[in-house]
């Protein structure tokens, strides 16, 4: 099974995207998922995940401006980023983690640049 993370693209600071992430499959037995980013020449960070029985977490930095969400048919998640900063840029992965093993999306590039 193989990810893509999606909708990414350049917008102006204040603005918004949604970010979503398809699978080529089904995947079973999830217990996480969630999206990380990569500025250049910075490591991968978490921005937010949902794991299954805890509270969804959030980066500090994004606190109160992105949401994720799941889709409860594709079972995969969404990120609606808004109040969008220029330190938001960077390529956007979504992972998800199932009892067998973990899988990572093919990144969608954010650029936050007026």
């Known amino acids: 099974v193989q990810l893509q993370a999606s909708g990414g693209g350049l917008v102006q600071p204040g603005g918004s995207l949604r970010l979503s992430c398809a699978a080529s499959?089904?995947?079973?037995?999830?217990?996480?998922m969630g999206w990380y980013r990569q500025a250049p020449g910075k490591q991968r960070e978490l921005v937010a995940v949902?794991?299954?029985?805890?509270?969804?977490n959030y980066a500090d930095s994004v606190k109160g401006r992105f949401t994720i969400s799941r889709d409860n048919v594709k079972n995969m998640p969404y990120l609606q980023m808004n109040s969008l900063k220029p330190e938001d840029t960077a390529v956007y992965y979504c992972?998800?983690?199932?009892?067998?093993?973990?899988?990572w999306g093919q990144g969608t590039p954010v650029t936050v640049s007026s």
């Open positions: 992972k998800v983690e199932t009892r067998s093993g973990t899988y």
């Open positions: 499959g089904i995947l079973f037995g999830i217990n996480r």
């Open positions: 949902i794991t299954n029985g805890r509270p969804t």
